[in-house]
């Protein structure tokens, strides 16, 4: 396999460039409106009535939020790859990445294109194909960021996954009315630091929320 450039779409798993957007591939009847709920930086936490295999469980970041959809990846489910096991696949040498960084898992975004990867990470180098969230959160979808950490050079905070997930217009604040999703504003710490198997609990407590004392009727914040 030959190494990706910069600015090219990695091999399986790869990254979306700018003009692959997901959410402007998703269609809008109106495209003028704007939504009257923006969970940009919230996290979605999943009900304990969410039965879905991939949903089921999930706390998800929500990198963008418009008239065209919702786009956010799962922050809590791992992959059984690693950073080190992405490097050999997509044929990227590793020259000054620290040790910690390469044993990082990869996580399972969501459902949508699980064929490619996505970067969520601290907002600092300028990369080709990149979406400031906020100033403590960036996404990026080209690969010149991932040859940042093998050269050693990489965002001091990062989450690689596979897939995302992604919502049509409307169906997210379909879901949420339906009580299937909890919403809170996003903390970079859980995002970042919390172990992957506490960020759900840890997700809860930014709610003042027992997830033991949680019922399926809860609204959102």
């Known amino acids: 396999m030959k190494k990706s450039k910069v600015s090219k779409p990695l091999p399986v798993p790869g990254l979306l460039q700018e003009s692959e957007s997901p959410l402007h591939?998703?269609?809008?009847?109106d495209t003028s409106a704007t939504p009257a709920l923006n969970l940009a930086n919230h996290f979605l936490i999943a009900m304990p009535s969410m039965q879905d295999p991939v949903f089921g469980g999930a706390v998800v970041y929500v990198c963008e939020h418009n008239e065209n959809g919702v786009l956010g990846v799962?922050?809590?489910?791992?992959?059984?790859?690693?950073?080190?096991v992405l490097f050999e696949r997509i044929d990227l040498e590793v020259t000054a990445a620290n040790d910690q960084m390469t044993r990082k898992p990869i996580m399972?975004?969501?459902?949508?294109?699980?064929?490619?990867?996505?970067?969520?990470?601290?907002p600092g180098a300028r990369y080709s194909s990149s979406?400031?969230?906020?100033d403590e959160v960036a996404f990026t979808t080209s690969i010149d960021v991932l040859?940042?950490?093998?050269?050693?050079?990489?965002?001091?905070?990062?989450l690689v996954s596979i897939g995302y997930s992604g919502w049509s217009?409307?169906?997210?604040?379909?879901?949420?009315?339906?009580?299937?999703?909890l919403t809170v504003n996003a903390d970079p710490a859980v995002l970042f630091e919390v172990p992957i198997e506490e960020r759900y609990v840890a997700a809860m407590k930014l709610l003042g929320i027992?997830?033991?004392?949680?019922t399926s009727e809860a609204g959102h914040a």
């Open 169 to 181: 217009p409307g169906q997210l604040e379909d879901e949420i009315s339906r009580n299937g999703w």
């Open 25 to 29: 591939k998703m269609e809008s009847k």
């Open 147 to 158: 040859e940042a950490v093998a050269k050693g050079a990489g965002p001091q905070r990062m």
């Open 108 to 122: 399972l975004g969501g459902p949508v294109q699980d064929d490619r990867g996505f970067v969520l990470h601290t």
């Open 74 to 84: 799962i922050i809590n489910k791992a992959t059984d790859m690693t950073m080190d």
């Open 210 to 214: 027992d997830p033991l004392m949680l």
């Open 131 to 134: 979406l400031t969230v906020t």
